[in-house]
Each structure stands twice: as C-alpha cells, then as structure tokens.
C-alpha cells in the first residue's frame, strides 16, 4: 500500500503543472488578441484616412513616408540621421548623439 504523503505529492504537483500550463495558455491568448486590436487599429486608421500612407503606430498619426513619423512624446528632439531619424530625450542636442 502506497503512503498517504506520496499521494498528496502527486496531487500537489498534478495542480501544480496544470496551473502553469492555464498560465501559458492565458498569457498566450493575450498575446494573440492584442496583435488583433494593433492591426484592426492600423486598418481602422486608414479606413478613416483614405489618404493615409503611413500609419506611425506610436503617435497614432498618418504621414507620407515612415522617416515624417513624430516622436511619441511631444517634449523629444527628433534628430535626423541619414534616411531615418532618433527621438532623443529633452535637453538632449542632436549635435551630442552619435550612432
């Protein structure tokens, strides 16, 4: 006959798998429904806009090219380097940032 403490351990660690395994599973399906809002985000943008070219997702702006996109926060510097472009701090000179 098997001891009563070898079944409450395998009881222990049957709830315990079966907790982490409902764990994955929920942060998984979050991970699926919000790439589902970005793109019906993007596309309800441009359905709006007809106009729009580009949608920068983190000023929630349209523009002409990606390189027009604003900074996220109004308070940055936008720094132009060759065909892209950086969002530095405030207070932070273009002159001083270097790649």
Sequence with gaps: MV???????LLAL????????AFFHFEHGFDEQDEGDEEQATKYQKDL???????????DTCVDTPVECPCPSVH???CKTDDWYVCLEPGVDCASFSL
């Design 14 to 21: 049957i709830l315990t798998m079966h907790s982490a395994k």
């Design 76 to 78: 940055s510097t936008k």
């Design 49 to 59: 806009d007809p106009n729009c070219q580009y949608y920068c997702e983190d000023s």
């Design 3 to 9: 001891p009563r403490s070898v079944f409450a351990v």
